[in-house]
């Protein structure tokens, strides 16, 4: 391990405790955050045990409809924007309870949990934060996808999103991570799809819950909320917004570029796993380099090949 700056691990102040929709299942689920202790990382209680499931890239079941840890009964789903919330706000250690396996969907955006972090506080522990950082290239392409890992002296997230209807076309969204960054401009983007799509999900018993009270819908080219969209391109960042919340599942942030071209659950999971499959790639660091963060946001070309929409 390299020593770095001194940088130490956070976690709630006290306990909160969220209600909403299951947005596969469509019923109620409450949900509390709990404090907990240095080391303990992101941690889930299976619904109706005691058993805990880590939140980890290993631990990782589906990446189809959503981000699954665990499996069967002991199981949870969404995770998500709930990770992302987690890892844009620089939280270390909770214990997430849920009673059903899937996490609230709220409003398909991270900003009601970013909301409840900050109505329980926000704690500094005795004890320092650990990185992950990328020292060489890794790369993964997948169905006209592409996806990499570069070295970067902070964490920065390069996404770019290309779908055939005109309502949203090419879109990139780049950006250096920090807890501004991620309140201001990607906590509120909100999950996006095709209202063909979604009746396909529900005949298949799925996206029970899925509505325009926690989803921009789209048909025929435009935006069936009634309020629009919250940006222009709310659609590239909340893709974004996935990636920061499947790539926190690397146990601890990283310290690296990730330039990802149709970017999705199953891309941003294969990523982590061709990193740690390669122990050169990657090295353990306690503490991090001070970097001023850096901003870019716009829709510019990039040379990768284009693909099929896939429902976010």
């Not at 202790?37 to 189809?64: C, L, R, Y």
């Not at 909770?94 to 506080?121: K, L, R, T």
């Amino acid at each position: 391990m390299t020593g770095l700056r001194n940088d130490r691990q956070k976690t709630l102040a006290e306990r909160v405790t969220l209600n909403g929709l299951g947005v596969h299942s469509g019923k109620p689920v409450s949900m509390t955050l709990h404090p907990a202790p240095a080391d303990n990382g992101i941690t889930f209680i299976a619904p109706g045990t005691e058993n805990e499931i880590k939140a980890h890239w290993s631990q990782v079941s589906a990446t189809a409809l959503c981000t699954v840890i665990g499996r069967g009964a002991e199981s949870i789903g969404t995770i998500e924007h709930l990770m992302a919330a987690l890892r844009g706000l620089c939280i270390d250690n909770v214990v997430v309870e849920v009673d059903a396996n899937e996490v609230p969907v709220m409003d398909g955006s991270s900003a009601h949990f970013v909301d409840a972090i900050d109505q329980a506080g926000i704690v500094t522990q005795n004890a320092p934060r650990r990185y992950i950082r990328v020292l060489k290239p890794v790369r993964i392409e997948m169905n006209g996808a592409v996806s990499e890992l570069r070295p970067y002296a902070g964490t920065r997230f390069d996404i770019t999103i290309d779908f055939d209807t005109p309502l949203i076309g090419r879109q990139r969204f780049v950006s250096d991570l920090t807890p501004e960054v991620f309140c201001n401009e990607l906590a509120r983007a909100r999950t996006f799809g095709k209202v063909s799509d979604v009746e396909k999900l529900w005949a298949m018993g799925f996206a029970k819950g899925s509505s325009l009270e926690n989803s921009v819908a789209i048909s025929d080219d435009r935006v069936l909320n009634p309020e629009g969209t919250r940006w222009p391109d709310e659609f590239v960042r909340h893709k974004t917004l996935d990636a920061v919340g499947d790539l926190s599942l690397a146990g601890y942030p990283i310290l690296g570029e990730y330039r990802s071209y149709k970017p999705g659950h199953k891309m941003n999971h294969s990523i982590l796993v061709a990193l740690f499959a390669d122990e050169d790639a990657y090295e353990m660091v306690v503490g991090r380099p001070q970097r001023e963060a850096a901003h870019v946001d716009f829709s510019g070309e990039i040379a990768m090949p284009a693909y099929c929409p896939e429902v976010a």
